[in-house]
């Protein structure tokens, strides 16, 4: 366990670190059992930091101590003191060199925090308190230090990797290899990083704007190296699209990536050397889905971008996170936008956010983006720092528009760069470049909780004069009960009867942002010649929730005539959500369900129509999720929301068989695979019509998938297929496909975590036996977190229907999963029982087992700091 007694660290408590890092020389011999980590650090009094010379305190968790010495003299230990979380020692100098020796076991560390093995491979993640699990060092982002780094290894481990240049190579006397790098770069210890093991790579290069040549290199097992080649490419589309939209360019002669298969998250920006969970970075058509050739795509951008964003420009503190990932998050997915359909990436992350983000916003663990206090800094890489912090960048995007930002960027890379900053110095510099107040809106930084806007509207036909009222208001979340109005940009348009944007003033501009800044505001429209319809919040131009009445018809109109893409989904998905909401109410009240005729006939037409981009129709043609209606309401009556939903998805089958058989047979074609956005998005369609056609759970739609899953060429078809007999088919054909689909890719890690999570979020064939079933797999590792997010993931999250059993069993499942893990991995532990934590908002019985299954591991005792921080919060 990290900390014995978990204590809060306060954003008020900051203060400059007493002692500054020039340089750091790191010098490792690997064993899986003692790897014997030294390092020499020339440490120098911060003289911003007061006067005087108090003692040095350095962070240390789970280290053998071995010896001390400053200059060169050996330090005995009755002067220094050795803490559960670190180093205490007396200072006689205002510079001096401490050099530490101290043993490391990497081969028992399942945290994957610090230096561990991964299937043999030695590798680190430091972010964003590991570090400290390698050696003592204040393990701050706002102490950064010239890191040099000499890694020593038996020669099975011929890849020796650490960040930035190698400097030297050779054989020790003894006949083990070393590799010495050195990183020009001052940095943070939580963007060290070091990689060891048997591995292939393949190589490209790129030419920056400015001419100069850069080394890429991404490294796998053997195995995997034909899996490279959509990352290779990915990256050198991120590295030319930054220099063309920031201006910005990679600055050393060499970047890595490496491929791992324990992994606690997504990827890590380390250095020159960034490391990536090996589903995030390796594909191949055969292998991976097309919504894996997408993330890849995002991820590897993502990391890369944080080059700037992130580690040429840092964190001053861990309170400081979206500095970095909210930044990032928005710029890889305008990268994204860039290189992909617009429209659709902008549904998918909206869709991410309303249902996951805003709940988190909504339940005990909600945060500012920039959060006030912590118990474990591990809990805070949530959505709100990342999606929501990635909303408010693009806020000020929208607010000074695409030149204005660019010029807030490039000063707050230039004014910064090299330093540990702050969120206000990023708005600071935003203002600064455009000679704009940003005072108000810094509450998005401050103030938690999804703000809702209640719109009304008045026309007058007489004057021609139109009148938008704009309510704003924020539920209270935990420590903020009011909230001071958001500076709100609200896109919108306004359509007139023949389905065309009415001009809002004399100059005829038909799309505007209304600043909205107050509790209650009233904008007025003249020469208004028809009554008009508003088109509210395009391209979900702030993240709030906006209620005005529409009507049915005028939402049908919408879908079919707003010129902003997003909102015609949008409309889509609240007339939907409409239907949703009339269906539980008659199942509650015992009434016949009906599916309203004209959800129906708005599907099919969008379905017929075959001037809009198949992606978007996709989208269209998706029914909220179980999550997103659960968002809705006050409260959660689980049932009524997966028997409605279920009576939804199967009408709309039924009801529009034979146009989504039309439309599955018009996409279904011999083409070769090519991940390109046009190509994506025809198989989107084909396999939403797929998917839908086996709900029917008719035998000739059945047999369609049968035939598919036969004859893919594509894991996207493969998968699909799949899907749809394991969702819908019966038992023993659902069990041969599953069996013939593993034989076939047994050896392929990725896959096989696909065929995990298909089966344990299913809502048909995910019970919690087969889910326990599948956890004695051979194949299932509980050390591996993609496993663990694959199966038991899969159930929490992603099987509404099985993990809400009404007999509770599925929550004790989870929270007796949770214990165990919490051993092992304590931030997958805390992750994984997130889905726990909303049990005040479900109605009845539901919401007591679920309040039981938290005490439950409550009163296991000794818990992590990370996972008692989630529960404690959440009991309360
Ligand atoms: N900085 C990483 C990113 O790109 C996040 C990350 C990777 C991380 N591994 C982690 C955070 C381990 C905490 C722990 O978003
Ligand atoms: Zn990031």
Known sequence: ?????????????????????????????????????????????????????????????????????????????????????????????????????????????????????????????????????????????????????????????????????????????????????????????????????????????????????????????????????????????????????????????????????????????????????????????????????????????????HNWSGNRVTCRDWFQLSL??????????????????????????????????????????????????????????????????????????????????????????????????????????????????????????????TPVLEVTDAYDSASGNYALTIKQTCPATPGQEKKLPFHIPLAFGLLGADGRDLPLDAAGTTQMVLQITEAEQTFSFSGLTERPLPSLLRGFSAPVKVRYGYSTEQLLFLMRCDSDEFNRWDASQRLALMALEQLQRDYREGNKLQLQAELVEAYRSVLQNRDLDPALVAEMLSLPSEQTLAEQGEQIDAEAIIVARRFAREALAEALHDDLLACYRRLHTEKPYSPDAADIAERSLKNACLAYLCATGRADTLLLAQEQFRDAANMTDSAAALAGLVNHGDEAVAQSALDSFYQRWQQDTQVIELWFGLQSSSAKWGKLDKVRALMQHPAFELKNPNKVRAVIGGFANRNFTQFHCSDGSGFAFVAEQVVVLDKLNPQIAARLVIPLTRWKKYLGELGLQMKQALQSIMDTGKLSADLYEVVSKSLV
């Open 324 to 449: 970095k990932e909210g930044f990032t998050v928005f710029r890889d997915a305008e990268f994204s936008a860039d290189m992909n359909s617009r429209a659709v990436k902008r549904i998918e992350d909206v869709s991410l956010l309303r249902t996951t983000q805003f709940a988190e916003d909504a339940g005990p663990m909600a945060h500012p983006v920039r959060p006030d206090s912590y118990m474990e800094i591990s809990n805070f890489y949530t959505l709100t720092v990342y999606e929501k912090g990635a909303e408010v960048v693009r806020m000020i995007h929208t607010l000074l528009g695409g030149a204005g930002f660019r010029k807030g960027s490039d000063l707050y890379f230039e004014r910064h760069d090299g330093r540990a900053v702050t969120c206000e110095d990023f708005i600071k510099a935003m203002e600064d470049a455009n000679g704009v107040d940003l005072g108000q809106f810094r509450r998005w930084y401050s103030q938690a909780g």
């Open 1 to 305: 366990m990290k900390d014995a007694q978990p204590h809060t660290v306060y954003l008020k408590d900051y203060r400059a670190p007493d002692y500054l890092v020039d340089t750091v020389h790191l010098h490792f011999e690997l064993q899986p059992k003692a790897t014997l980590v030294r390092s020499q650090l020339k440490i120098r009094r911060n003289p911003e930091a007061g006067e005087g010379l108090p003692p040095l305190q350095l962070d240390g968790v789970e280290l053998e101590l071995l010896s001390v010495s400053i200059d060169g003299e050996l330090v005995p230990a009755s002067r220094y003191r050795e803490l559960p979380d670190g180093l205490s020692l007396p200072v006689a100098a205002p510079e001096f060199v401490l050099e530490i020796h101290n043993r490391i076991n990497p081969e028992d560390n399942t945290s994957l925090e610090g230096l561990y093995l991964s299937n043999d491979m030695y590798c680190t993640q430091c972010e964003a308190e590991g570090f400290r699990k390698i050696t003592y060092y204040p393990d701050r982002p706002d102490v950064m230090s010239r890191f040099t780094t000499t890694i020593v290894a038996p020669r099975q481990y011929p890849v020796l990797l650490s960040n930035g240049n190698e400097i030297a190579r050779g054989t020790t006397e003894d006949g083990r290899q070393f590799v010495t790098w050195e990183d020009p770069f001052a940095k943070p210890s939580y963007l060290f990083a070091l990689v060891a093991g048997d591995l292939q790579h393949v190589e490209d290069s790129y030419t920056t704007a400015s001419g100069r040549q850069v080394k890429l290199q991404i490294f796998t097992e053997a195995k995997n190296i034909g899996k490279c080649d959509h990352a290779m490419r990915s990256l050198k589309k991120a590295m030319r699209w930054d220099e063309e939209v920031y201006g910005r360019e990679y600055d050393l002669d060499i970047f890595m990536v490496v491929a791992v298969d324990h992994f606690n998250m997504g990827a890590m920006e380390n250095k020159g050397l960034n490391i990536f969970n090996s589903a995030c970075v390796l594909a191949s058509p055969e292998t991976a889905t097309d919504s894996a050739f997408q993330r890849i795509e995002s991820i590897v951008a993502h990391e890369y971008f």
